[in-house]
């Protein structure tokens, strides 16, 4: 089985013996088992190590600050004339790292050794651990065409839907930026915690277009979008659009401990 994981159950699969107190702990073991046994091929989404690795309280001064970083390169063509290319990527100033962030680092680097795969969803100029980038998921040619052509139109889909990164977005550009980063600086102080839910569905929503681009056979977690309203990408509505649509699942724990 393909399976990724959510943020709220990867780390307790990764090192169950860290939550003796869990009272699912030997579901978690046995999943965590399956994996070692290649009965399950585990992914996770980057957002794991880059929007949710930034606390809450600093997420509108951070992505208020970040930059993409645009290269111009020229090129003298056969015919004497000149081309410019322009590329636009992360810049490696905002770049998010583990040094403030030793219990992730610890689990990061566990669940690399156990074989989770780690996707991300190219955003242009999006965030970037670039000791996360070197060990990523990387698929090439058809592959990587099929998979960028799903997960692109998924999210644009979620996005229609009010769900993923539109919530943030919004936040943004109610404060007559044209980019919408930059309008999370004008935010007031009271929009601080609503910004920080925002970047949390914005992961979530990157994290099921990855699932479904992957092929995954279910995204497991223990996320049941209660407080977040019909506008959260797993609200009831929202995962009832997505199965019919795109056969995607959710799948708790305990539910995937009786599977395997």
């Known amino acids: 089985m393909k399976i990724i994981f959510d943020s709220n159950v990867w780390q307790i699969v990764t090192i169950p013996n860290d939550y003796p107190s869990e009272t699912s702990l030997s579901d978690f073991e046995k999943i965590n088992q399956a994996i070692i046994d290649k009965k399950i091929e585990p992914y996770l989404s980057e957002t794991v190590f880059t929007i949710e690795a930034i606390r809450k309280v ?5 992505f208020s600050s970040t930059k993409a970083k645009v290269s111009v390169e020229e090129k003298v063509e056969k015919d004497n004339s000149v081309s410019l290319g322009f590329t636009v990527g992360p810049n490696e100033d905002d770049a998010i790292n583990f ?3 030793p219990i992730l680092k610890r689990y990061f680097d566990e669940a690399v050794k156990l074989g989770f795969n780690i996707a991300r969803l190219p955003w242009i100029g999006g965030l970037v651990n670039p000791e996360v ?3 990523r998921f990387k698929q090439e040619g058809e592959n990587l065409s099929k998979y960028l052509d799903t997960v692109f139109e998924v999210a644009r889909k979620i996005e229609e839907k009010g769900a993923g990164i539109t919530q943030i977005k ?3 550009s109610q404060y007559g930026e044209k980019v919408w980063l930059k309008g999370l600086k004008k935010a007031p102080e009271s929009d601080r915690e609503k910004i920080a839910k925002a970047a949390a569905e914005w992961a979530d929503g990157d994290s099921v277009a990855i699932s479904i681009a992957l092929g995954c056979d279910y995204f497991c977690t223990r996320d049941q979008a209660k407080g977040a309203g019909n506008k959260s990408v797993l609200s009831q509505k929202n995962l009832e659009w997505l199965n019919a649509a795109y056969g995607f699942q959710t799948i708790t724990p305990e539910g995937l401990a009786k599977l395997i």
């Open 58 to 62: 600093e997420r509108q001064d951070f």
């Open 99 to 101: 040094e403030e962030r």
């Open 133 to 135: 980038d070197a060990v």
């Open 170 to 172: 919004e936040i943004g």
